[in-house]
Nanobody, 115 residues
Framework: QVQLVESGGGLVQAGGSLTLYCTASVNIFEFNGIRWYRQAPGKQREFVASINVGGKTNYAESAKGRFTISRDNVKNTMYLDMNMLKPEDTAVYYC?????????WGQGTQVTVSS
């Protein structure tokens, strides 16, 4: 059973930083891709960042230059380093991964950025 669990969310002032963690119940080396999404209240879930098996990364325009996605295959953990946070970054952040053409999602972790 594949499970993803996010952590690291919290309250931070604008301009501050947070690191989000997503721990998988399986070896994340097997994942074809790992992604972070976020969803603010009343809004659609949106893509934030991704990393593939070869280490290629992609970022939403809103995340470029501020967020960094990475993974540690030994710890079965993926990360989202967030810097220079803005109030508009406030959302529930979800990790997502695909394995053998199946998608898996975590429960999400709340990030709140105050002005």
């Amino acid at each position: 059973q594949v499970q993803l669990v996010e952590s690291g969310g919290g309250l931070v002032q604008a301009g501050g930083s947070l690191t989000l963690y997503c721990t998988a119940s399986v070896n994340i080396f097997e994942f074809n891709g790992i992604r972070w999404y976020r969803q603010a209240p009343g809004k659609q879930r949106e893509f934030v960042a991704s990393i593939n098996v070869g280490g290629k990364t992609n970022y939403a325009e809103s995340a470029k230059g501020r967020f960094t996605i990475s993974r540690d295959n030994v710890k079965n953990t993926m990360y989202l380093d967030m810097n220079m946070l803005k109030p508009e970054d406030t959302a529930v952040y979800y990790c997502n991964a695909d394995l053998l053409s199946r998608d898996y999602w975590g429960q999400g972790t709340q990030v709140t950025v105050s002005s």
